[in-house]
């Protein structure tokens, strides 16, 4: 078997399909953001996608330099959608600097994204507990151990620390971390994403505006 070649310009330009699956129009929209987006949501879920609930966090600092990564969705209701970290993280202590940042859902095989952004704050220390009390022993333990975005001299450092928290708290519960809890991302806009024939994609936009009242609107692709 031959070894693949170089990927080229022209390569990377052939790369395309047709989005043929279906469209969006206003008339179809559920009456908020939460509800459409749990209805896609839902749909992902429904037509196995690996981890629906899988979104892109992009967020910068006081610098203005820009990071992305992928997170988890854990919590999801009209205030905003919850993801959980290390506050000392890269994307920590972003968010301290600049609490501002936007999510995209990519569920490429339906031909859909949702992106949403907006403010960003911290949740309580209650309901990080909450959360933290039903993650397996093995996430309480890999979280609390890892300094999370912290150079490492090996792999052996970090298997080191886990090993030392399982013999601290053998036969105990684990406490969470004073370092590590929840944002909620507050959306002030949330798109919603139909690939379409032509890339003549639909676009609709859930926006909201000083007063807090939301209104629909069609973006050209």
């Known amino acids: 078997m031959s070894e693949p070649g170089p990927l080229t310009p022209q390569h990377l330009a052939a790369m395309r399909r047709e989005y043929r699956l279906s469209g969006i129009d206003e008339a179809d929209l559920a009456p908020t953001w939460l509800e459409q ?12 996608i690996l981890e629906p609930n899988a979104m892109v966090l992009a967020t910068a600092g006081a610098d203005g330099a820009v990071s992305a990564r992928t997170v988890l969705l854990k919590g999801l209701d009209a205030a905003g959608l919850t993801f959980f970290t290390n506050y000392e993280s890269h994307k920590g202590r972003q968010i301290a600097e600049n609490p501002q940042a936007a999510i995209v859902f990519p569920w490429h095989e339906l031909q859909r994204q949702v992106h949403a952004e907006g403010p960003v704050e911290r949740l309580t220390a209650g309901e990080s507990d909450a959360y933290w009390t039903q ?45 590590w809890g929840g944002f909620r991302l507050c959306p002030r806009a949330v798109e919603f994403w139909q690939g379409r024939e032509d890339r003549l994609h639909d676009r609709l936009r859930y926006v909201c505006s000083a007063e807090g009242a939301w209104t629909v609107r069609r973006l050209a692709p």
């Open 37 to 48: 987006l749990e209805r896609w949501l839902g749909d992902a879920g429904t037509h196995g």
């Open 135 to 179: 993650r397996p022993r093995g996430s309480q333990i890999g979280s609390a151990a890892s300094a999370q975005s912290r150079p490492l001299d090996a792999r052996a450092e970090l298997e080191a620390a886990v090993a030392d928290l399982e013999r601290r708290y053998e036969g105990a519960e684990v406490p969470r971390p004073e370092q």
